[in-house]
């Protein structure tokens, strides 16, 4: 692991016991990248859960998977953030446990249905979505990858931040970023070019490219 992945990392518990002592999977709900996501019950309780189940193959990848925990795993108390329940390091393997969001990504929502939403639908959404970034931006985490994908629904109205692969926690002594990430479409001018140190308004131009793709159905220039 460099020094900026060791700088980057959030620190938490995890499990290295076996897993499915406490879950068993009920079925695979989607597949992706290093990661395969499952629904799940908790023996203990019954609880129906998600379960990420990633085979990082290599030390950046395990870093990022872990970044993304620590956020989340930070932010849990928050409505408006996905959030993670525990996890587990069993195997060489890390095993990701989330609240179940059983509409999946709003994406799909919004490509089949985008003309059919009201305004008063975009104004939930928009104010869930701010309740999230706010939180995280009162905590100096900048997400990075705001977008419809990377919002999650539930069939009782939930609206949830996810995907913080991409997110960062800035410090006293580095309140400023310059990496290039997030997704182009949605990027902020600034992460594009390069060439200037950025802060959590990068979150704020990719909020307003999503408040486009939410009324339009797609982001401009896509």
């Known amino acids: 692991m460099d020094e900026k992945a060791a700088e980057d990392r959030i620190h938490f518990d995890l499990k290295n016991e076996d897993p499915s002592l406490h879950y068993d999977i009920i079925s695979r709900i989607g597949v992706g990248g290093f990661a395969r996501v499952f629904k799940v019950k908790r023996k203990a309780d019954g ?110 109205g939930d609206v949830k931040l996810a995907d913080f692969g991409y997110a960062t926690q800035l410090t006293l002594q580095k309140n400023q970023r310059d990496s290039k990430v997030g997704t182009i479409c949605w990027m902020a001018p600034e992460i594009i070019i390069g060439k200037a140190k950025y802060d959590n308004k990068v979150d704020v131009w990719s909020f307003g490219i999503f408040l486009v793709e939410l009324v339009k159905g797609e982001p401009p220039y896509i």
């Open 47 to 156: 609880k129906v859960c998600a379960l990420k189940f990633c085979e990082p193959k290599t030390p950046d990848m395990r870093t990022t998977i872990m970044n993304e925990v620590g956020i989340m795993m930070l932010c849990k108390e928050n409505e408006a953030i996905l959030r993670c329940i525990e996890c587990y390091d069993f195997k060489s393997r890390l095993w990701v446990f989330l609240e179940m969001m059983d509409g999946g990504a709003l994406t799909s929502m919004i490509e089949e249905t985008h003309k059919q939403l009201t305004e008063d639908f975009h104004k939930y959404v928009s104010f869930k979505v701010l309740s999230g970034l706010k939180y995280l931006h009162n905590k100096n985490i900048l997400h990075r990858d705001i977008k419809s994908d990377n919002i999650l629904i539930s069939s009782a």
